[in-house]
Nanobody
Framework: QVQLVESGGGLVQAGGSLRLSCAAS????????MGWYRQAPGKQRELIAT???????DYADSVKGRFTISRDNDKNTVYLQMNDLKPEDTAVYYC??????????????WGQGTQVTVSS
């Protein structure tokens, strides 16, 4: 069974930093794109950053220049370094990964979510 386990959320003051981690475990063939989403109260879940297995990254405009996504393929882990946090970054953050359990099958997996709260 494949699982994504997140860690690193918490409470921080505006202007501060946090680093989220998400590790994939279980039996699988490979991990393709990994990404981070967030969902604020009363809002839809939004994609904020993605990274391919080759290291190409993409960001939502709302976090560009402040957040950095990275991954360690040996550890099957994706990270989100969040700097200059703002109150509007407050949300539950979810990691996502497209995982091939075999060479013929692939699907999306989600982490359990971690709360990030930024106080003003």
């Amino acid at each position: 069974q494949v699982q994504l386990v997140e860690s690193g959320g918490g409470l921080v003051q505006a202007g501060g930093s946090l680093r989220l981690s998400c590790a994939a475990s279980g039996s699988f063939f490979s991990i393709n794109v990994m990404g981070w989403y967030r969902q604020a109260p009363g809002k839809q879940r939004e994609l904020i950053a993605t990274i391919t297995s080759g290291g190409m990254t993409d960001y939502a405009d709302s976090v560009k220049g402040r957040f950095t996504i990275s991954r360690d393929n040996d550890k099957n882990t994706v990270y989100l370094q969040m700097n200059d946090l703002k109150p509007e970054d407050t949300a539950v953050y979810y990691c996502n990964a497209e995982i091939r359990r075999t060479t013929l099958t692939r699907r999306d997996y989600w982490g359990q979510g971690t709360q990030v709260t930024v106080s003003s």
